[in-house]
């Protein structure tokens, strides 16, 4: 059974950093891309960032220079590093994977976790 679970939510003050995880567990061949994204209540889903098996990665605008993902392919870990935190980052972030499944290969293109709250208070 394939499972993301998001980790290191929380409440921090403008300027402070958090740091999420995302893993992925399960049969999985291959992990094609993994992202981040947010949303605010009131507002659509956003991407925040994303990171390709190459280790390609790109950035919302609003976050570029302040977040920083990375993935360990060994333990089909993502994270989410996020320094000088605003209160307009404040959202449910949620993780999103695009994997191979070992046994049957199949392909699937768009898996989300169940999210967890940042919230940045001024």
Known sequence: QVQLVESGGGRVRTGESLRLSCALSGSIFRINAMGWYRQAPGKERELVARITDGESTNYADSVKGRFTISRDNAKNTMYLQMNSLKPEDTAVYYC????????????VSDYWGEGTQVTVSS
């Open 96 to 107: 999103n994977a695009d994997f191979v499944l070992a046994r049957t290969m199949t392909h």
